[in-house]
């Protein structure tokens, strides 16, 4: 269950979070370590280096960590856990940018031949060069040591690869994990659990039996604090490019060989390859882009993304697009994926619709199977099927959809108490990961490279053909373009 440790003649294990005092590691990546602590996850000897300019102090440090930690997992916490967690931590103020850092940490490390070093970059990606420069200019960047990074990675496929090169001078791919979150989510992985360890679906897992696949994910709040970033992204760059597409590899991928690193992200680099390109020729019917405007979300009377920014901005809030994989399994069944902010509900969820019946002896009233996978807020499956209605009529047999449901939070009461179990976060499972150097959870190079390639299509079609975010009011669906894009197709409509 622990990770490797120094007492049984293994490296030591040392993670080091730079940006230890940030957001991300407030409200992620302590709760997640306090949590893998608290579930015996992580070694004994393993030593937590915090590492910002904020020259703060161990122990203000370490309470801060503990308050953020009681804040995000409540009453889930232990008593003993923080007490113990905190032994592991120190803090270091020190400028990561600046040239003398790598030797500073250095010297708190010690033995750097007898350590087993996770490097976790919680800070802006225009600093992952120069930090990785200090670290292999100081002898850190040496193997068994490596680095986790967040995204972004780039703004498009340029910038993408200047940080990939950045960051592979000091680490080589094997040791290099790209986060997206969304692969540590458990009914992501339960993706691949469902596709892979039932054989049920496989023989129906095309485009001869799906009539097509969405993939939503819906956000209540709007772009808040993170405007500034926003603004340079919108939808396309900060959901769809990776967490969208990384749902839409899963689904569509072919069976790996096995479910190692290689194995699994071969099969889903081919299907971001497989993609059809979004031309100026089909960007208006293939793609649909939204701005919240004035309304009403997440509880909150919104003033619309232009007046929070305070100036005309042409960034996309929303964005929708049928995509194609042009291969045998999929040629023909579109996938429509779509994400936003400001919309009705926070939800993720992905529509299996299977094809109508080939011929049906009972009219009108047989509807086409469907499979609804949740990821949020609740973690569930469900397959519509007909089934007869019960009781008797004059005219005979009557049918009535009906769904064959599986709770996830209720088939998996890990205690037995009656009570769902704690839901983990999705971190908690990539840094487990991470420290165990294992990296088929995250996202390699050429993934990366793929998906940009084919955003940068659709971003540089809505350059050509001059195509602007429609106005949508803040708590809708999305714009209007967003519905025609679907119901092009004849009788199909959003899962709303
Ligand atoms: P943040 O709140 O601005 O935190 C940045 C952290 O980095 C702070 O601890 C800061 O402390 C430290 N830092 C900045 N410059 C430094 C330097 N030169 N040397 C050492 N430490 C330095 O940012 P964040 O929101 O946590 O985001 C971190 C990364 O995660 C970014 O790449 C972001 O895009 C990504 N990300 C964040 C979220 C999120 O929900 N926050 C989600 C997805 C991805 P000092 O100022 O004291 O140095």
């Not at 996770?118 to 120069?130: C, D, I, R, T, W």
């Not at 930090?131 to 986790?148: Q, T």
């Not at 490279?449 to 803040?474: L, S």
Request: aromatic share 8%; net charge negative.
């Amino acid at each position: 269950m622990s990770a490797s440790s120094a007492s049984n003649g293994a490296r030591q294990p040392v993670f080091v979070l730079v940006g230890g005092t940030g957001d991300l590691a407030m409200r992620m990546l302590w709760p997640s370590l306090a949590m893998l602590d608290q579930d015996g996850f992580l070694s004994s000897d393993l030593r937590i280096i915090s590492v910002a300019r904020e020259d703060c102090g161990t122990d203000v440090c370490v309470d801060r960590i503990g308050e953020a930690v009681q804040k995000r997992v409540g009453e889930s916490l232990e008593a003993e856990t923080l007490s113990r967690f905190r032994k592991r931590i120190v803090h270091l103020a020190l400028d990561a940018a600046h040239d003398d850092w790598g030797d500073k940490l250095k010297a708190e490390l010690g033995d750097i031949d007898k350590l087993d070093i996770v490097f976790f970059l919680s800070v802006s990606p225009s600093l992952f060069k120069p930090i990785c420069e200090h670290i292999e200019r100081a002898g850190l960047s040496k193997a068994p040591n490596r680095v986790v990074i967040e995204k972004p990675i780039g703004r498009d496929l340029a910038t993408s690869k200047i940080i990939n090169d950045s960051v592979a001078h000091a680490f080589d791919e094997s040791r290099t994990f790209r986060i997206d979150h969304y692969l540590g989510k458990e009914t992501v992985q339960n993706l691949i659990a469902l596709r892979f360890g039932n054989i049920v679906f496989e023989p129906l897992w095309n485009a001869q039996s799906i009539d097509h696949i969405q993939i939503t994910i819906a956000e209540t709040v709007g772009v808040g604090e993170r405007l500034g970033y926003y603004d340079e992204y919108g939808a396309i760059r900060d959901m769809l490019q990776n967490h969208l597409l990384q749902l839409l590899c899963l689904l569509a991928m072919e069976p790996p060989s096995a479910i190692t690193s290689d194995a699994l992200r071969d099969e889903k680099v081919k299907v971001l390859r497989s993609l059809k390109p979004i031309t100026a020729e089909n960007v208006q019917t293939s793609t649909a882009r939204g701005q919240y405007g004035p309304g009403f979300a997440d509880g909150h009377p919104i003033a619309g993304y232009e007046a929070e920014k305070g100036s005309p901005s042409n960034t996309e809030t929303f964005v929708a697009i049928k995509a194609e994989i042009a291969n045998w399994r999929w040629a023909g069944t579109p996938i429509y994926m779509r994400t936003g902010k400001c919309l009705p509900s926070r939800s993720t969820e992905i529509v299996i619709q299977f094809k109508p019946l080939p011929h049906s002896i009972f009219g009108a009233e047989a509807h086409a199977n469907r499979l609804l996978i949740r990821l949020q807020p609740d973690e569930d499956i469900s397959l519509t099927l007909m089934n007869k209605a019960p009781g008797l009529t004059s005219e005979g047999m009557h049918l009535q959809a009906l769904d064959l449901s599986l709770s996830l939070i209720k088939a998996f009461d890990g205690n037995g108490d009656g009570k769902p179990p704690r839901r983990r976060i999705a971190y908690e499972r990539l840094i487990l990961d991470a420290l165990n150097g294992n990296n088929a959870q995250f996202v390699r190079r050429d993934e990366v490279e793929a998906a940009w390639t084919w955003v940068d299509g659709i971003v540089q079609a809505w350059t050509d053909t001059h195509m602007k975010p429609q106005m949508y009011p803040a708590g809708t669906f999305g714009p209007v373009s967003a519905f025609r894009l679907i119901e092009r197709e004849g009788g199909r409509t959003w899962n709303d």
